[in-house]
Every structure is written in C-alpha cells, then in structure tokens.
C-alpha cells in the first residue's frame, strides 16, 4: 500500500520528487523498503536510516508531529524541500515513515539571480539540515559530540570523553551497527569503558 502511494505521488510531481518510505522495525542499516526517483539524494531500497528516522528509533515519540516543508541539502549540494510524514499502526505507535525531498535548486538559482537583481541588502543565509545515509550519520554525530566538548579528543579528560559519548547515545549513535566499535577507537577507550561511560553520572 505504502509502496502504491510513494509512486502516486513521485508521478505527480515527476523525477524532481523523491518519495521514500522507512520501515522503523527493521535494523537501521535497512530501514529503506521503498523509494521512487532515489537519484535526488541517491538512495535505494536496503540503503539505511536518515537522521530524522534514527531519532525517532531511539525516542520512541508516540507524540512527535508530521514535519512540513523545511530544507534539506543531499551529499552532492542539492538542495531539498522536505516532508516528514509519521506512519501509525493500529495501536498509534509510529511504525513508519514517508519522507518527500523535491528538489528546488533550480528554482533557488532562479530566484537568487532575481534577487540579487531586486535586492537593496544582503539576504539572509540559513544552512539546511543534511540528508546522509547512516554510515555518514555517525560520523556527523562523532564531529558533533567533539564540537560539543568543545577540544580533540587528545586534550579530552574523561568527563569530556563521558559528555561525547553520552550526546552520542542520546543521539541515536549506537542503533549503527558497530559503532560501538568505531567511537570506542576514535576516543582511545575500551568497550568496556565505553559502556561505562554511558551509564556515567556527569558531575
């Protein structure tokens, strides 16, 4: 059914509009069960979870609202105006989800060009928010847990190291399959130590 109505709507719109659906029961790596005109972002079937579906897995919202018409910006620079759409089953538990990317950056050099034309001030810049596939998910968060801190992690003592790496469970990281593995490497600890970590008091 959900597969009918990604293709309903990918023909409507027409190859600018990538529709995907993400099955939240499957493993993370393979959330993607459906996906039609994947070239926008260049994703497939079996290709893994983006940061919105990661979250919703390790938040469980059963309360989180559809997300409408924000921007989203694909590895190669596209830019995407995107939809989020949470699928329910029959007890209201978010079981699914239906992502629309239509991609504007057509559109957002025409209206740069006008508005560079018609324009008295500089306009104002907002970043989008990144479609990445899991793999990159985990390393964006690992960037981020270290920004976070606020050092590398060569100055970090291990309250730092606890404040990354408990961002990092909060974020959904450890739902990538070995990431355990890679964050134990990146930050000098054992698995073990790692765990522990995660179940650390911070001061």
């Not at 990144?130 to 606020?150: T, Y």
């Not at 450890?174 to 698995?191: Q, W």
Request: proline share 3%; glycine share 6%; aromatic share 6%.
């Amino acid at each position: 059914m959900l597969k009918q109505v990604a293709h309903g709507i990918a023909a409507q719109f027409g190859s600018s509009c990538e529709v995907v659906v993400h099955d939240l029961s499957r493993h993370p790596d393979h959330t993607i069960v459906a996906i039609e005109n994947g070239h926008v972002s260049g994703r497939k079937v079996g290709d893994g979870a983006s940061h919105v579906v990661i979250e919703q897995m390790e938040t469980n919202d059963p309360q989180t609202q559809d997300h409408l018409c924000y921007l989203t910006k694909t590895p190669d620079g596209k830019i995407l105006k995107s939809s989020t759409v949470y699928i329910r089953n029959g007890k209201g538990k978010v079981s699914g989800i239906l992502a629309i990317n239509y991609d504007i950056s057509r559109l957002l050099m025409v209206e740069s060009a006008i508005q560079d034309l018609i324009s008295t001030q500089e306009p104002a810049q907002t970043e989008p928010e990144k479609i990445v596939n899991v793999n990159d998910l985990l390393e964006e968060l690992i960037q981020k847990s270290v920004a976070l801190v606020g050092k590398p992690v060569a100055l970090m003592n291990k309250d730092d190291k606890v404040r990354a790496i408990q961002f990092l469970n909060q974020n959904g990281a450890f739902l990538v399959t070995k990431s355990g593995d890679k964050i134990a490497r990146y930050f000098g600890i054992s698995k073990y130590t790692l765990y522990s970590y995660i179940d650390a008091k911070q001061s």
